[in-house]
């Protein structure tokens, strides 16, 4: 069975502070994509970053960076001198190719920037 | 271009009743996927729906049906509504279901169940 896990639930940081938002992920597949997703108020999913199953690389993008490890089934984001603009829920998801394609997502972490 | 379009944006249903949210993909696209969105969880897969036929369908009782025309956009219908039914219902659309492809998210509908 495939499952994402996000087990924080809500993260409160103040301005500045570096935040890592953790994702573990459970799937027999050898080939799987993980993506990140930002969730604003408005509710519509902004893409953050897509990653192959056969990609290891981290990854950095501005103030965002992501750090994938197969050997431990986790794909988590950080997020360095947060800004209040960061405020959002954020969802991990694993890409499903085999059968119908579809996205599983994590429950989602909630992040509050405070200034 | 534009993105992948859904209507209406909010929709208030009372329980039993019936109600159809659609969906235009991305010029190009065609392949549709629907999602619902439960407060305070994470998106869950309903249907993807490819040429019109349904290749996948998630874990949602038959009261959720969907279907898609010619010109791929898509209509998702659930009848009998449920309070438990009030969710942000999220389109996706993708070039076709052959090996990776991104889904681009429109803006959702948001349905309440009163």
């Known amino acids: 069975a495939q499952k994402v896990t996000q087990a924080q639930t809500e993260i409160s940081v103040v301005e500045k502070e570096d935040v890592t938002l953790d994702c573990v992920y459970e799937?027999?597949?050898?080939?799987?994509?993980l993506f990140w997703y930002k969730q604003p108020p408005s509710g519509e999913l902004v893409f953050l970053i897509r990653?192959?199953?056969?990609?290891?690389q981290n990854e950095i993008s501005g103030r965002y960076s992501w750090n994938f490890q197969k050997s431990t089934s986790s794909f988590n984001f950080t997020i360095t001198a947060s800004q209040v603009v960061d405020s959002a829920v954020y969802f991990c998801a694993l890409f499903i190719i085999q059968g119908a394609q579809k996205l599983v997502f994590g429950q989602g972490t909630r992040l509050i920037i405070n200034p | 271009d534009a993105g992948v379009t859904q209507s209406p944006t909010h929709l208030i249903k009372t329980r039993g009743q019936q109600v159809t949210l659609r969906c235009s993909p991305i010029s190009g696209h065609k392949s549709v996927s629907w999602y619902q969105q439960v407060l305070g969880q994470g998106p869950q897969f309903i249907f993807q729906y490819y040429e019109k036929e349904e290749r996948g369908r998630g874990n949602f009782p038959d009261r959720f049906s969907a279907r898609q025309f010619p010109n791929y956009s898509s209509e998702l219908n659930v009848n009998a509504l449920l309070l438990g039914d009030s969710a942000l219902y999220l389109c996706?659309?993708?070039?076709?279901?052959?090996?990776?492809?991104?889904?681009?998210f429109g803006p959702g509908t948001r349905l309440t169940v009163l």
């Open positions: 799937t027999r597949d050898t080939t799987y994509y």
């Open positions: 996706a659309s993708s070039a076709n279901p052959g090996g990776y492809n991104e889904q681009f």
């Open positions: 990653r192959n199953s056969f990609d290891e």
